[in-house]
């Protein structure tokens, strides 16, 4: 049988969906406090905002006898038709907070809108009903208290989690606010610890505030601006991905923090191959007239309009700031390891002697190396276990997986055709399977122009007289492996790509090779222009990054 539920079940349900925990009480009374224009706002808790949340502002203040109103279900001073929604400056519009709080709890509003203290008013209600008004002395500003949340709905307070997890999500909702309105002083009290204390900066203070010194340190800094949005943010280096314990991804958006998968995306998109998650903080403001903060009952989710193609835009930017912070890290190691004490004559000698023993190993490097020669290349490099190369930076320390590091190189070579084609003294004999020469017949044409030439010699086996000059030397097992790797996927372009990175795997000093200076001055110098210097063609890191801040810091400096 279909029933009408009774008045006062209806007004406790409506008011569930907007107040559904102490940390959605304080977003909603923080809202309206910077509303009101406030610049100091206060928040106390106790028992996890259960038993008390007490939010006082120094903003514009309630008029007396408008309290109650205030109080009333959609009264709101925001907007007064549906035009006004278009062009929406404040957080709140709807004029369901205050109500939706005074239905479920015991909330009491004290109040001045001028600079005397007397002229304070208190309200107090039970269950929405106004159970005491008089005279109360305040500053101006309003403070609004909250006992007793859900003392009516025992199911919903079934639902709340431990008093620890509560005051928890109350100070995440609190750093957002904070991150976003960065001149407005807010203090934070948990019982009787003082946990958030912030006069009133610019957004890097804040940053550095709220999410760390090192978060900033392991970031870069971007901020751009077009006719319909402003962003300014930090995201990863991308040399930290994989280090990073604590991930942060906050995204502002018109004044409050919001869940975005689709700058989550738009992040992602943005690193090449990424091995680990970017953190990131942005803080965006788009014209209100594109923004819909109306489908979700508690503001946490948006909808912003496609014409502004915000996700395209936003991926463009990171990329841009990461391509430019990799060619200004490669800049910084080249400027370092030229900033030596000159070499002797008798090195210049001995390296003009490495290069013939490298042969075409790195073909492109003679454009690099005479500046390097002057001031002694690679004086500032290391290489440890025959495996990793150490660089100092002009800000730290760089290591390098230095196998990882050529292959990265090498992809970018081949994908570009940069590279000349060696004949092989001793031309390599590979005898093959019957499925082999299938392969060889419908490939011939990518592995000549790739630069390996073959002949047959009798059907069943293969002679390779010429292969891309990457290859310092080549076995016979090595090409197997290589035909072999045509065979492995079943698209053609994910099958040439695989192609081109297990050649590339194949050519690159390998763990264990002795690199001289030079090479490891050449090899550094190339992989920065590469297009991911970060990682290789595998997604695996070729750089490990260590900031003089945090080497200070480990020697407690
Ligand atoms: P909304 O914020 O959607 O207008 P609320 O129920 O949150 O609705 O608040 C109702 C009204 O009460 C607001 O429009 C505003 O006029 C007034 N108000 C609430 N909190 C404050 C405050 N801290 N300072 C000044 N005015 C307030
Ligand atoms: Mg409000």
Redesign the pocket.
Known sequence: MIKRLPDDVVKKISAGEVIENPASCVR??V???L??G?TNIKVKLQGGGIDLIE?S?N????PKD?IKL??ERF????ISNFDDLKNLK??????????AISQVSLLTIR?NVTDNFEDGWECSFEGGKLNFEGPYSHPR??T?IVKDLFYNIPVRRKFLMSKREESKRVLNELIMYALWHYNVAFTFQDEEELILELNPGDFGSRVVELLGQDFVEKSLFLSYEDKYMKISGFVSKPETLSITRYLKQIVLLNGRGIKSDQVKKAVFRAYDNPTGNPSFVFRIEISPEFVDFNIHPQKKEVKISTYLRFTEKLTKIITERITNYQSELGASIHVSSLNLVSTPHNQRIHKDAQQLELGEMFPQSQDILPKVEEKGPGANLWQAHNSFIFAQTSSGIMIVDQHAAHERIIYDKLKKRNFSIQSLLFPILVPLTSKEKLMIESYSEILSSFGFEFRYLDENSLVIDKVPSIFKNISREEIKELLDSLDETPELPARLDLFLKTVACKAAVKFGDALSKEEMSTLIDELFTTENPFNCPHGRPTIYFISLEELKSRFER
């Open positions: 909603e009374l809202e309206n406090s509303d009101a406030s939010v502002d903003g514009c203040g309630i408008e205030a109080v009264t709101t001073s925001k404040t957080l709140g519009f709807r004029g369901e907070a205050l109500y109040s500003g309003t609004v």
